[in-house]
């Protein structure tokens, strides 16, 4: 049995480890990003092809909330992905009134690109700089970060 003492200490150092990791996949966050290439695509048009990709199409309301955002912005947001071409209306069959965004063909494979460019990086990067035995470690380590996501 641990005394209060010792609880504190372990407290104490997973207060400064969640500190260290959140500081890290910030890090981690922005070099992929980087390595994207989105060039003129802000990250919250970013954000909106994303999860069109992720979760198929969407009306403008839907994606405002989803994404945390004011609908007068995402309209906005929608204009200029669909002025890139990136984005393209057709109506809602299930309310006509609504048009339901969809992913263009283009925009899929820019958004493949994109995600092969930072794949590609990464694994570089892990083989570049990592042991043998220290890429078995970071294959143990994002076990265990998918269960601290999940």
């Known amino acids: 049995m641990s005394t209060p003492q010792e609880e504190c200490e372990d407290h104490e150092q997973v207060l400064q480890l969640a500190g260290e990791l959140r500081i890290l996949v910030g890090k981690l966050r922005r070099r992929l990003r980087e390595e994207a290439h989105l060039g003129d695509v802000s990250m919250s ?30 309209a906005a947001t929608v204009q200029t992905l669909t002025e ?28 493949a690109a994109s995600r092969a460019a930072r794949e590609d990086w990464l694994a570089r990067t892990i083989e ?6 220290e890429v078995t470690e970071l ?3 994002v076990a265990l970060l998918k269960r601290l996501a999940e």
């Open 84 to 111: 890139a071409r990136m984005v393209t209306g057709s109506p809602d069959p299930a309310d006509g009134r609504q048009t339901l965004l969809t992913l263009t063909d283009s925009c899929r494979a820019w958004i």
């Open 128 to 133: 570049t700089r990592l042991t043998p035995d």
């Open 45 to 74: 048009q970013a954000s909106v092809l994303s999860r069109l990709e992720r979760d198929g199409p969407a009306t403008a309301s839907s994606l405002a909330r989803a994404e945390g955002m004011r609908p007068q912005s995402m």
């Open 139 to 141: 294959n143990h380590a």
